[in-house]
């Protein structure tokens, strides 16, 4: 006769997780899956520990966004004033009356380029704010604003709407309004450059929406993939050369959040849904991103809302 056996107080050891599934049955789950978790880290040999608390250092107005550092310098958008966040957590202001719309930044030989719908300018390696010079030159104009910026290969980008404007070559203040200019197919969300292209998120991530490639030099030569059929959510998109992610090089690569899942864009075009059989994300509008290493732990860590 079979002996009956109470397994309810037996104990079970699991070595290692896998992260959260939330796209199978829960019934369905592996035993190293996890239905939801908070405040949890995952390190590299799959233990769980749970994630460290923080410490206020800097207490900013509700209305604080576009937080943005390059390790040298760090910028917030504070209502309507764009400042800077010193080392000591004190605060400076750089310029006022910039609006409230979301400021996006890049880095380009130790200045900061800044631009959001309305207004547009760059930081010098003191910390001085400067605005672009009107050019005297026929068909040339200072550089446009747009909700979107990035370098690559010598040009400032500017994505406004639908449109990527870009700069002379090495004149980052100046564009040239009969050629430097393309158009896409719909409002463009992400504009992220690797070594030898940029990733483009097109569209509404409520209806359809792709991420495209743009590969070339120059943008005479640049040709247009698409390699995803839906986009990123605006804000959520992160650069860094870590050996850790992809391929194991430590050539540029973008990580964002689309509705599918974790994304990796590489060199090439290189794209991978990193989460895509495991994690789906609601349908929100913007949100931002985080990419840095804990304790040797890589973590891409992104805030959504709608």
């Known amino acids: 006769m079979a002996r009956n056996r109470d397994i309810s107080t037996q104990d079970i050891t699991f070595q290692n997780f896998k992260g959260i599934n939330n796209v199978a049955d829960a019934n369905s789950l592996e035993v190293d899956e996890l239905v939801e978790a908070e405040n949890m880290d995952i390190d590299n040999e799959g233990k769980v520990k749970r994630r460290n608390g923080y410490t206020k250092k800097f207490a ?21 004033t764009l400042k800077r966040l010193h080392t000591d957590y004190s605060s400076t202001t750089i310029r006022t009356n910039v ?3 979301p400021m996006s930044f890049v880095d380009i030989n130790e200045k900061v380029y800044y631009s959001n719908a309305t207004v547009n300018g760059y930081v010098d390696s003191l910390g001085n704010d400067n605005q672009y010079a009107t050019p005297s030159d026929d068909y040339k104009e200072a550089t446009k604003t747009g909700q979107h910026i990035e370098y690559y290969n010598g040009r ?8 990527i404007w870009y700069t002379d070559a090495y004149n980052y203040g100046v564009i040239d309004m009969r050629t430097n ?45 698409e390699i995803a059929h839906y986009g990123a959510i605006e804000g959520t998109a992160v650069k860094t050369k870590s050996a850790y992610v992809g391929d194991g090089n430590v050539g540029r690569k973008v990580i964002w959040t689309s509705r599918k899942g974790i994304c990796l864009g590489e060199n090439g075009g290189r794209f991978t849904n990193l989460t895509a059989t495991k994690y789906e994300v609601t349908q929100n509008r913007y949100g931002s991103g985080q990419f840095k290493i804990t304790d040797g732990v890589p973590q891409y860590v992104a805030s959504l809302w709608t």
Request: glycine fraction near 6%; hydrophobic fraction near 35%; charged fraction near 25%.
């Open 60 to 80: 900013p107005s509700d209305k604080m966004h576009s937080l943005w550092s390059n390790e040298r310098m760090c910028f917030f958008v504070d209502g309507t």
């Open 99 to 101: 609006g409230n719309q």
């Open 156 to 163: 400032l980008f500017i994505a406004k709407n639908e449109t």
């Open 181 to 225: 200019a393309m158009k896409m197919k719909d409002e463009i969300t992400m504009m992220k450059a690797v070594d030898d292209g940029i990733y483009i998120s097109i569209g509404d991530i409520n209806d359809r929406s792709s991420i495209v490639f743009l590969s070339g030099s120059t943008p005479d030569e640049m040709r247009s993939k």
